[in-house]
């Protein structure tokens, strides 16, 4: 029995609610640090604008398949939050050394997550497998390895009360970072790794 194929309307594709959702995030993150708050803030609007413009540029392209839409749809708007939640942290370390040595780890296990993004769906789509295990110990070992760059921050600098809330959401930023992935697999890709 082949599955019928809904399609979004344009009032139904929930770009101006994430669109409004990015601007209060944005703005929010905007004010920490408390300085250079305006120039910050004009940059997160700008990415709140052309996450709202991939975002339509995607239903464009795939309006006539809800699933495949709202599952890039939500890659995106995770993306987003993903970006505000983890910019805090950046903010408070970018003179230092540590900066980049964050900013390398970062990018490096984004580059891992995203070739593996099939164990990551996988362990996500059947929890009950060792796969999941496997999710839970990357994750893991990713926030003791930042972690104790942060340590190392906040012992070599007085990082303040804020940095401990860029920390906080660096980490959820980094959950998101970690789940994000499996939102491109494909429907075909779904039911195939359930039925494994």
């Known amino acids: 029995m082949k599955e019928e194929i809904e399609s979004v309307t344009f009032k139904e594709n929930y770009i101006f609610i994430t669109l409004f959702v990015h601007v209060v995030i944005g703005s ?14 004009m940059i997160n ?6 996450l709202a413009i991939l975002n339509l540029i995607l239903w ?13 749809h939500s890659f995106v708007m995770i993306m987003g939050g993903v970006y505000y939640a ?8 970018y003179p230092t050394v540590f ?47 930042i972690g104790a760059v942060m340590w190392a921050y906040i012992l070599a600098f007085d990082g303040g ?14 959950f998101l970072l970690m789940v994000a992935p499996a939102l491109l697999a494909t429907r ?9």
């Not at 983890?86 to 370390?93: E, N, T």
């Not at 009360?161 to 980094?174: E, K, M, Q, R």
């Not at 779904?190 to 039925?195: D, F, N």
């Open 188 to 196: 075909e890709q779904i039911k195939e790794l359930k039925q494994q």
């Open 45 to 50: 609007m700008g990415i709140a604008i052309v």
């Open 86 to 93: 983890m910019s805090p942290a950046f903010k408070a370390l």
């Open 99 to 145: 900066f980049w040595i964050l900013l390398a780890i970062t990018i490096g296990l984004t580059c891992v997550l995203f070739l593996k993004r099939e164990f990551i769906t996988r362990a996500l789509v059947n929890p009950r497998e060792s796969w999941f295990k496997g999710l839970l110990f990357y994750y893991m070992a990713t926030v003791l390895i």
């Open 28 to 41: 929010i993150v905007s004010l920490m640090p408390e300085e250079n708050v305006l120039e910050w803030f």
């Open 60 to 72: 464009i392209f795939h309006k006539h398949d809800s699933k495949r839409y709202f599952s890039l």
């Open 161 to 174: 009360s804020f940095f401990v809330v860029a920390i906080i959401f660096y980490f959820i930023g980094l």
